[in-house]
Structures are given as structure tokens and as C-alpha cells.
């Protein structure tokens, strides 16, 4: 055969590849990109999404115009209700969830810059920031999309061919940016499994010398005024880039299930939580003004059963409240909105230097009438360390 016929040859066999593959690719969309073909049973289901997040999900906010945006870590991905009547204003906000698994305080700042630079923003709702400011170069292509990725390379191709798969499986994402993480997951499917799943996550807040009925100390929260250094900008950044925007501004500090706040208390790390929020409060009437309904802090601290639900319950995973410690599911999300957006104090209060001493006096009152009444705290506290305990060791001798 002649080079010509040869290149000729090359060019025949290629060339429909070019335009085959890509075409595959659009139509069953595995990264929720194109949005043009959805049919049950065909490509629905979206299995592969998850390894794709922090490509396509940025994207997805500048295609779509979103203007109502919740950001933040798996915590917020999971449970914070996309679709709440008053976080869209009833619907007429189109709203989209932004959050990404992992994500930690420098990855969530250089998104927030990011969204609040989107035209058609109206409202961001924000959790797990960081104070601090980061420089965004590793950040400055989101809300581009690459093309090449989604249509013609081999991953992309591989995620096709497994959506099509996999339309059987449970949807574990939706289209506007929510992830089930666990819920409904085959391998939690009795108390002892929801506690080694607790344990799991735990780890990480186990301490050397945990104290039994420790006291909290009002004396040992820092009230002092906040710094205007790089230890603050990030924050003060944001703030002020929203009010600029004219854009509605919500920090969340996120809800955790009461053995966690009873681990942090006994370990000696509330005290430092409060000052943090004391700090964020001071920081956003600095910069928003005293009375500031278009930037606002909300803290979900609590001793109620919608974050004391039982480990030790008898209830299957896909029923529960609470995954682990940190992950909670949209109903709970939704009673916090509901604070947040709607008039029902149920779970959730707006924090303020001016109301600060009453919110701890009222958390540290509903923390011990909830514990006189509850005994079982103390016991499934210390089941879960033990569990921690032994997960870690298990960890440290595997080969």
C-alpha cells in the first residue's frame, strides 16, 4: 500500500471516530454537562459524576446562571436542601449546589470568589470557609469547560459506557448539584454498622485526655477584636465583594450530631469554637454593619432530638437523620433553612455580639436539661471512642 493510501486509510478509520465518539458522549451526557437528552433507563443515572465534580460543577453554575448557590464541603452537598421554597424565594431563583467533597478552606474561598462573580448571583449560602485569604492560581480556569474531557478523551468515554451500565443503580446525585453520599449504601444495614460508620469519621476528634463531665469556661472565649491581617481578609473579602454585589450573603455554621459536641467539650475544644464564632460575627458586623440582614451568620449549635438521633436506634441508614457526626441529610437541612429563610426558630439562631451571651446561656441550658434526660449520651459516647480507638489501631498495624 502507498503512503497515500495509507494516510488515506489512517483518515477513513479516524475521522468517524472523531465525530462518533463525541456524539456518544453528548447524547448520554455522564458528567450532567449538556443537559439536552435525559431518558429513564438510558442515562438518568449518573454514576460517574462524583470523580467529575471539580470539573464540570463550576462550569455548571456559569452555563445554568444560577442565581441562588450553596457552597461548601461534603457537609453541605449532602444535607443542605437545593430546592427549598425559601432559599429560591419560592422558585423563582434558579438554585444549584456547588459544594465539593473534601473541600477545605482555601479551595472553598477561591469558589466563593468565584461565584460572587457571577452576573446573575443573587444569594450564596456558604459553610466550612476559612478566614484566611489564598492566592487562586491553581483556580483560574473555573466556570470554563474543556471540552476534550467531556467528549473525546478515554475517561470520558469509560464514564459512558458505565452510565449506560448502570441505569439499574440507586441515584446517588441529582442535577442540581446534590450528593446522597451513604444513605443509601448496602453496607449499613444495623445499629453495629451505623457505629463503625460513626467511629470512621470520629478519628479525627479523638483526644489524648478527654474529661468526663467537664464544665464549659465562659472565661476562656476570646472577645477580643479581630485583626484586619491576612488572618481575616479572606473572610472580610468575600463580605465586601457581596455587599458590592448587591448579593445576599449566608455563613453557616454547620449542625454536628451531640456525641460530637460532647467529644469536643470533654477534649477541651468549645471554647475555641465559640471564639472562632465570636470572631466571624465581630468580622461580618465590621464590615456588613450591626443589623445586617443581607450578610448573616447562623449558628446550629443544639442538644434536640432533629441532632440527637440515636446510634443505637434500630433504624436503617436510608431512614436516619444523620449519616455520621457530620453528614446530615436534607431533612435536617431543611428544618435549618427554614430558620434561615422562613419563621420557624425550631433548630438555628442568627448570631450576633449583641446576642452572643444569650445564645450560649441557651445552648448551655438545653445541653443540660437534654442530658438529664438522656443517659444514654454518655454511654454511646464512650462505645464510639472505643470503636475510634480500635479502627485507629487496626489502621496502624495493617501491613
Aim: with cysteine; proline share 5%.
Amino acid at each position: 500500500m502507498s503512503p497515500k493510501r495509507y494516510t488515506l486509510a489512517l483518515l477513513a478509520l479516524f475521522l468517524p471516530m472523531l465525530t462518533v465518539i463525541p456524539a456518544i458522549n453528548w447524547v448520554v451526557d455522564p458528567f450532567w454537562y449538556f443537559r439536552n437528552i435525559e431518558v429513564r433507563g438510558f442515562n438518568l443515572v449518573k454514576p460517574r459524576f462524583r470523580s467529575y465534580e471539580r470539573l464540570v460543577k463550576s462550569a455548571l453554575v456559569s452555563k445554568l446562571h444560577s442565581e441562588a448557590v450553596i457552597l461548601g464541603s461534603s457537609f453541605a452537598e449532602v444535607g443542605l436542601p437545593v430546592t427549598h421554597a425559601g432559599f429560591t424565594s419560592g422558585g423563582r431563583l434558579k438554585s444549584y449546589n456547588l459544594s465539593l467533597p473534601r473541600a477545605q478552606g482555601p479551595e472553598i474561598y477561591c469558589y466563593a470568589q468565584f461565584s460572587l462573580a457571577q452576573p446573575s448571583l443573587k444569594r450564596l449560602v456558604l459553610g466550612g470557609f476559612s478566614m484566611e485569604a489564598t492566592p487562586c492560581t491553581k483556580y483560574q480556569n473555573l466556570g470554563e469547560v474543556d471540552y476534550i474531557k467531556l467528549l473525546l478523551s478515554k475517561n470520558a468515554l469509560g464514564a459512558t459506557l458505565e452510565t449506560l451500565r448502570r441505569q439499574e443503580s440507586k441515584q446517588l446525585f441529582t442535577a442540581d448539584g446534590m450528593w446522597s453520599y451513604q444513605r443509601y449504601s448496602e453496607s449499613f444495614r444495623n445499629d453495629g454498622d451505623i457505629m463503625d460508620n460513626f467511629a470512621t469519621g470520629f478519628i479525627g476528634q479523638l483526644c489524648q485526655s478527654p474529661q468526663r463531665n467537664r464544665e464549659f469556661d465562659y472565661g476562656l472565649i476570646d472577645r477580643s477584636k479581630p485583626p484586619t491581617d491576612a488572618s481575616t481578609a479572606g473572610l472580610r473579602n468575600i463580605i465586601r465583594l457581596a455587599l458590592q454585589k448587591n448579593i445576599q450573603l449566608i455563613l453557616i455554621d454547620f449542625p454536628k450530631h451531640v456525641l460530637h459536641y460532647e467529644q469536643d467539650l470533654e477534649c477541651g475544644r468549645m471554647e475555641a469554637y465559640w471564639s472562632r464564632l465570636w470572631r466571624i460575627a465581630s468580622i461580618v458586623e465590621e464590615e456588613a454593619g450591626p443589623d445586617s440582614r443581607q450578610v448573616e451568620l447562623w449558628n446550629f449549635y443544639g442538644y434536640r432530638d432533629l441532632n440527637a438521633e440515636r446510634i443505637h436506634a434500630g433504624i436503617a441508614m436510608p431512614e436516619r437523620l444523620w449519616q455520621d457526626g457530620g453528614h446530615f441529610n436534607p431533612e435536617v437541612g431543611k428544618v435549618a433553612f427554614d430558620a434561615i429563610f422562613g419563621s420557624d426558630r425550631t433548630f438555628g439562631r442568627k448570631v450576633t455580639t449583641r446576642d452572643f451571651d444569650h445564645i450560649l446561656a441557651e445552648g448551655e441550658n438545653e445541653r443540660r436539661a437534654f442530658l438529664i434526660k438522656n443517659s444514654w449520651v454518655q454511654q454511646e459516647l464512650d462505645e464510639l471512642r472505643q470503636t475510634a480507638y480500635r479502627q485507629k489501631r487496626d489502621r496502624l498495624v495493617q501491613p
